[in-house]
């Protein structure tokens, strides 16, 4: 289901000028996470809602009824794409693997950026290459 509405949804909120952060759909509830550089305001979720609940009501992927709700990454944003762990370069973040590297799941530390497929991260004053294909959850630390 994730797949298919990432599918129908990201191209919708980019055509607005937004990014899909991340998109979640649990107890009824269909969660939308979106950015832009300059941020994002009420006004902004207010206009995505609407057009995302048009694009839904054409596709119709998801049975029943069902809740949506469009609102900012927050601070501790998601990290989803390739993209996500260049840009946020210099930043603190906590990624959590599918399968254990060199005896660990869990980095917490401050992104290096990317070579080649893997994600570069400093734990400690060492970096880890994490392989991005088995990064299961990322996300940024808001500081303290």
Do not use: N, W
């Amino acid at each position: 289901m994730r797949e298919t509405l990432l599918k129908i949804l990201e191209p919708a909120v980019e055509a607005q000028g937004y990014e899909l952060v991340e998109l979640e759909f649990q107890g009824g509830v269909l969660r939308l996470y979106i950015d832009r550089p300059q941020g994002v305001t009420l006004d902004d979720c207010q206009k995505v809602s609407q057009q995302i609940s048009a694009v839904l009501d054409v596709e119709d992927p998801i049975p029943g009824a069902y809740t949506l709700e469009v609102s900012s990454p927050g601070l501790d944003r998601p990290l989803r794409k390739l993209l996500d762990f260049q840009r946020h370069a210099g930043q603190r973040a906590r990624i959590e693997l599918l399968l254990p590297l060199d005896g660990r799941r869990r980095f917490s530390g401050t992104l290096r950026g990317m070579e080649s497929d893997q994600v570069l991260i400093e734990v400690d004053g060492s970096v880890c290459r994490l392989p991005f294909s088995q990064i299961g959850r990322a996300r940024l630390v808001p500081d303290s």
